[in-house]
């Protein structure tokens, strides 16, 4: 049964930074395709980045137009966990953030993701 767990939300003011963090179990989390996505109040989710093996030891990230320069994803194997970095938040990123996982879709299509956590609230203050 695979499960996805975020935490590192909470309540920022505009200009800060914050981490997020989601602890993955049950899925074999180095192959994985690992995702954040988002969701504001009457707005669709949409995409934030996505890590994905490219082999090796090499990963790949991308990103959303809008986080560019701002958010970094990276992983830990070690320790099945997904993070994103993020800096410079703006109010607009207000949002609940998810954390997405799929064993080999490898885009940025919300509803191709198979398994998804409960999402963490961030809020940016201005």
């Known amino acids: 049964q695979v499960q996805l767990v975020e935490s590192g939300g909470g309540l920022v003011q505009a200009g800060a930074s914050l981490r997020l963090s989601c602890a993955a179990s049950?899925?074999?989390?180095?192959?994985?395709?690992m995702g954040w996505f988002r969701q504001a109040p009457g707005k669709r989710r949409e995409f934030v980045a996505t890590i994905r093996w490219s082999g090796g030891s090499r990963y790949y990230a991308d990103y959303a137009d809008f986080v560019k320069g701002r958010f970094s994803i990276s992983r830990d194997n070690a320790t099945m966990t997904v993070y994103l970095q993020m800096n410079s938040l703006k109010p607009e990123d207000t949002a609940v953030y998810y954390c997405?996982?799929?064993?080999?879709?490898?885009?940025?299509?919300?509803?191709?993701?198979?398994?998804w956590g409960q999402g963490t609230q961030l809020t940016v203050s201005s």
């Open positions: 049950g899925l074999t989390f180095a192959t994985s395709v």
């Open positions: 997405a996982a799929n064993p080999d879709y490898t885009g940025t299509d919300y509803y191709r993701y198979a398994y």
